[in-house]
């Protein structure tokens, strides 16, 4: 499988459009087709997919789902290592976080790549004031961290982070900076054993891309909403871009009179798309 066909399709719904109409939810998933979908905490158009290879996750405080997913492609996994959250003004158990595998198509069926997806509830983006939202943040970017040490699998971060694009990067950045400084301070240890600085750097390059995190933004914004996906450097996304659903009824209306009728007007849904690219596994060893 070449670059084109082995990807993930992922969207992202924020939370200004978790009140659309069903058949616009309908709509999205046959048009795009992902495997991934970030759902802002909303049963919107959730009984359209009764029979269809759709799966959901509820989020652990509300209850409601925030995560979907293509159950013939993929297996989600609880993760058995969760960080305590009683120091932190924030409550990491509200947070869903499973580790998904990427299976190959039938009828093989292998694991191809695993990694984790982080979502939560559009309330957890809502309330506190915008220094509580960025402290948040900021440790759901340890938590993060936490999770990719301890599994030794990428993270990617979609949903409604409600903080502009300047802060995200600031966090970013901070964050980033923390566990460069966690190279650096090693340095000289392994200067003592013949290692030079750079090749340090590259003993640790993996490690380093693994834990450090990139804001991955569109380019084609289309309104003024927060559109981005956060993911560890070493996961390689591509296509970020920025969506609207176009409602059906209107789309007809203009067809006939060339113009939007205002009565009973709704903002049209906007989302956020992206694709993660899966290499292409090593050929077998056949020995000789």
């Keep these: 499988m070449g670059y084109e066909t082995d990807c993930l399709r992922i969207v992202s719904i924020n939370a200004a459009g978790r009140n659309g109409r069903k058949f616009v939810f309908q709509h999205l998933i046959e048009q795009e087709k992902p495997e991934i979908v970030f759902l802002p905490g909303d049963n919107s158009g959730l009984d359209t997919l009764a029979q269809t290879r759709y799966q959901y996750l509820l989020d652990p405080a509300f209850k409601e789902p925030v995560f979907l997913y293509d159950s013939t492609r993929l297996k989600v996994n609880q993760l058995p290592v969760r960080p305590q959250s009683s120091r932190h003004v924030c409550d990491f158990d509200k947070v869903l976080a499973p580790l998904i595998d990427i299976n190959s198509p039938a009828p093989a069926q292998n694991i191809v ?10 309330k957890l983006s809502e309330n506190g004031g915008s220094q509580v939202l960025y402290e948040n943040r900021r440790m759901y970017m340890m938590f993060v961290q936490n999770l990719a040490y301890f599994t030794g699998k990428e993270v990617l971060i979609g949903g409604d982070f409600n903080l502009p694009e300047s802060k995200i990067k600031e966090l970013i950045e901070e964050h980033n900076s923390l566990i460069q400084h966690g190279i650096d301070s090693i340095k000289p240890q392994f200067q003592k054993f013949g290692y030079m600085f750079c090749m340090t750097e590259e003993i640790l390059r993996s490690e380093r891309r693994l834990l450090q995190l990139k804001l991955h933004k569109t ?12 993911a560890s450097k070493e996961m390689q996304l591509f296509e970020t871009r920025h969506e609207k659903i176009e409602n059906i009824s209107y789309r007809y209306t203009r067809l006939q009179l060339h113009a939007r009728v205002e009565t009973d007007y709704h903002p049209e849904p906007t989302y956020t798309k992206t694709h993660i690219y899966i290499p292409q596994r090593p050929p077998k060893h056949h020995g000789g």
């Design 113 to 122: 790549k695993q990694f984790i997806c982080v979502n939560w509830h559009w």
């Design 219 to 230: 380019n084609n914004s289309i309104s003024t909403e927060t559109n981005y996906f956060v």
